[in-house]
């Protein structure tokens, strides 16, 4: 499910040959739930209410919560909390450990957009004869740079990258158009809708400066994540219940391990944030590749592997903590 359009180069015995793999372990969440399902229904007896299992379609494109959400998702019977883990490739510690969510925002909004520049296309050697799109472009993106560093404050964090600028077929001539493509991420809702509007208004407004037109499309995206903090500390006590302390820890556990050493800050966006915007919701990570163990690429790496004996922890966290929370909410 929701694999990726890269060449698998693992050479595992069960590798991709079609020019998509898992590169992201998606096909480790859709193993661990069922695993979790049966579990479940070992102890149905023993449920205190009802539990829902979601298989996520099309994270990777932004479109798989939503829709399920608008196809009644989180009603009949409505949904109270939730509960999502994602496999991690190449952490520190033993496969299966489980690191909860700090309450608050855990991942980024993310949006993508495409800049369409038109101007008139002409020969090379009489530019006065025609409007160049690829200048009015370069200049856009120089510009949109300025957002970041003139406009958000400090602790705004946000990054906006372009990623895609094609043009033209010819080097002896000027093109009729120029199509940009990038995306945005950000932490924050109101620094999310300044940037998609100055990102407007800057790509139309340096257009004509030269001469030029600029539209602006939005394509699929999602908002942050946000991690509730009654379940934050509800998910890190059932975690530290099931598997110990050695083995699940909080964000802030990490932190304090970490002596206050800066560390970096993962800025994936996750889909699951839909659902984190509709009921109190809880993000898991859970260690699926210890780099000592030659498990040393991230997640999008045409040779990411992920470790198998992290299935097991995944599936009796989900089990475990959806009949635990049951247990005292109901």
Same mark, same amino acid.
């Given at each position: 499910?929701?694999?990726?359009?890269?060449?698998?180069?693992?050479?595992?015995?069960?590798?991709?040959?079609?020019?998509?793999?898992?590169?992201?372990?998606?096909d480790m969440h859709t193993a661990m739930l069922l695993g979790a399902a049966k579990l479940?229904?070992?102890?149905?007896?023993?449920?205190?209410?009802?539990?829902?299992?979601?298989?996520?379609?099309?994270?990777?494109?932004?479109?798989?919560?939503?829709?399920?959400?608008?196809?009644?998702?989180?009603?009949?019977?409505?949904?109270?909390?939730?509960?999502?883990?994602?496999?991690?490739?190449?952490?520190?510690?033993?496969?299966? !450990?489980?690191?909860?969510?700090?309450?608050?925002?855990?991942?980024?909004?993310?949006?993508?957009?495409?800049?369409?520049?038109?101007?008139?296309?002409?020969?090379g050697s009489m530019p006065n004869m025609g409007v160049d799109p690829l200048n009015a472009?370069?200049?856009?993106?120089?510009?949109?740079?300025?957002?970041?560093?003139?406009?958000?404050?400090?602790?705004?964090?946000?990054?906006? !990258?372009?990623? =895609?600028?094609?043009?033209? =077929?010819?080097?002896?001539?000027?093109?009729?158009?120029?199509?940009?493509?990038?995306?945005?991420?950000?932490?924050?809702?109101?620094?999310?809708?300044?940037?998609?509007?100055?990102?407007?208004?800057?790509?139309?407004? =340096?257009?004509?400066?030269?001469?030029?037109?600029?539209?602006?499309?939005?394509?699929?995206?999602?908002?942050?994540?946000?991690?509730?903090?009654?379940?934050?500390?509800?998910?890190?006590?059932?975690?530290?219940?099931?598997?110990?302390?050695?083995?699940?820890?909080?964000?802030?556990?990490?932190?304090?391990?970490?002596?206050?050493?800066?560390?970096?800050?993962?800025?994936?966006?996750?889909?699951?944030?839909?659902?984190?915007?509709?009921?109190?919701?809880?993000?898991?990570?859970?260690?699926?590749?210890?780099?000592?163990?030659?498990?040393?690429?991230?997640?999008?790496?045409?040779?990411?592997?992920?470790?198998?004996?992290?299935?097991?922890?995944?599936?009796?966290?989900?089990?475990?903590?959806?009949?635990?929370?049951?247990?005292?909410?109901?």
């Open positions: 499910m929701d694999a990726l359009p890269i060449e698998e180069e693992t050479e595992e015995d069960f590798a991709s040959v079609n020019g998509c793999m898992h590169a992201c372990g998606h479940l229904k070992m102890h149905e007896e023993e449920i205190e209410g009802t539990v829902k299992l979601m298989f996520q379609p099309a994270e990777e494109i932004f479109e798989g919560s939503r829709n399920m959400i608008e196809s009644g998702l989180l009603n009949d019977p409505d949904v109270d909390a939730a509960l999502m883990v994602h496999v991690t490739a190449g952490m520190p510690f033993e496969a299966g !450990t489980v690191v909860v969510a700090d309450a608050g925002v855990s991942a980024p909004a993310a949006d993508y957009f495409e800049i369409r520049v038109q101007g008139t296309g002409c020969h472009a370069a200049h856009i993106l120089l510009a949109l740079q300025e957002i970041h560093s003139r406009e958000l404050a400090m602790d705004d964090r946000a990054v906006l !990258t372009v990623g =895609t600028l094609h043009a033209g =077929t010819a080097a002896n001539a000027i093109p009729d158009a120029a199509v940009m493509g990038g995306s945005i991420r950000t932490f924050d809702e109101e620094v999310r809708s300044l940037i998609k509007e100055r990102l407007v208004q800057i790509a139309e407004g =340096t257009a004509k400066v030269f001469r030029a037109e600029a539209k602006v499309t939005f394509g699929s995206g999602c908002p942050t994540l946000v991690n509730d903090q009654e379940l934050s500390a509800c998910a890190e006590t059932y975690a530290k219940e099931l598997l110990g302390r050695n083995r699940a820890f909080s964000v802030r556990d990490l932190n304090a391990m970490s002596k206050g050493q800066k560390s970096s800050k993962a800025a994936g966006s996750e889909d699951f944030a839909y659902v984190s915007q509709e009921v109190p919701s809880i993000m898991l990570a859970l260690a699926a590749g210890q780099p000592e163990k030659g498990y040393v690429y991230p997640q999008h790496h045409p040779k990411v592997r992920f470790d198998e004996d992290a299935l097991v922890n995944g599936s009796a966290v989900y089990a475990y903590m959806a009949m635990r929370w049951l247990s005292e909410h109901r």
